[in-house]
Nanobody, 123 residues
């Protein structure tokens, strides 16, 4: 599975961005998908996870109620709607996938990674 993340950019605090992750090579319908992020000088951290059918979602506490993860298996894409952005959300955002249905917030459980898209939130 090849993943391509897009949609990053510069936004003011309180603003919104929508990230997308397009897949190629295999159908996404059997792949658990997630978003991670890595800020400068920090370790990669979990953001959100979505089940194969899109029904079950799971978020890091830091983004709960502000971010929404979704997927469209027919289009082979996954999205992350980010609202009420804060400067501390500034990071490179990576989409990731795995066939392991037990994978949640550990980045080591994910086998497929996009190249990352930069989100910068100014204060």
């Amino acid at each position: 599975v090849q993943l391509q993340a897009s949609g990053g950019g510069l936004v003011q605090a309180g603003g919104s961005l929508r990230l997308s992750c397009a897949a190629s090579g295999r159908r996404l319908s059997s792949v658990v998908m997630a978003w991670f992020r890595q800020a400068p000088g920090k370790e990669r951290e979990f953001v959100a996870r979505i089940s194969t059918n899109g029904i079950l979602t799971y978020y890091a506490d830091s983004v709960k109620d502000r971010f929404t993860i979704s997927r469209d298996n027919a289009k082979n894409v996954m999205n992350l709607q980010m609202n009420s952005l804060k400067p501390e959300d500034t990071a490179i955002y990576y989409c990731a996938g795995t066939y392991n249905s037990n994978a949640y917030g550990s980045f080591t459980a994910y086998d497929y990674w996009g190249q990352g898209t930069l989100v910068t939130v100014s204060s």
